[in-house]
């Protein structure tokens, strides 16, 4: 049986290894910028003199920790696989010039 290992590939040849850092540094960063939204939603209901802006206000925080949540798992995710990428026994197995045999 003709079993080969797959090969991970992008257009512009980036490795896995660098592609997962990348990710796992974009959701680190994503999740920061929401919670400063957030901040910023919460100071605006603090102190808003506008009382009809209240909802609305509510409502975008209510999307922004919706989005927080999810952008949390996809950060936790993200550093955990970056993390398992970069152990010693597995390193020889993401990079690009190593080859397996056939099985």
């Known amino acids: 049986m003709d079993c080969q290992k797959p090969i991970f590939s992008t257009k512009d040849k980036s490795s896995i290894t660098s592609v ?3 990710l796992h540094c974009y959701f680190r960063d994503l ?3 929401y919670k400063i939204l957030k901040g910023q939603l ?15 206000l509510k409502q975008k925080l209510k999307d922004v920790e919706r989005k927080l949540k999810y ?18 026994e597995m390193s020889s197995e993401f990079r690009p010039d190593v080859r397996v045999a056939k099985v």
């Open 20 to 22: 997962v850092s990348s």
């Open 31 to 33: 999740q920061s910028y």
């Open 42 to 56: 919460i100071s605006e209901l603090e102190y808003t003199d506008m009382p009809e802006n209240t909802e609305d």
């Open 71 to 88: 952008i949390h798992v996809l950060n936790n995710s993200a550093s955990t696989v970056d993390e398992v990428i970069h152990l010693e």
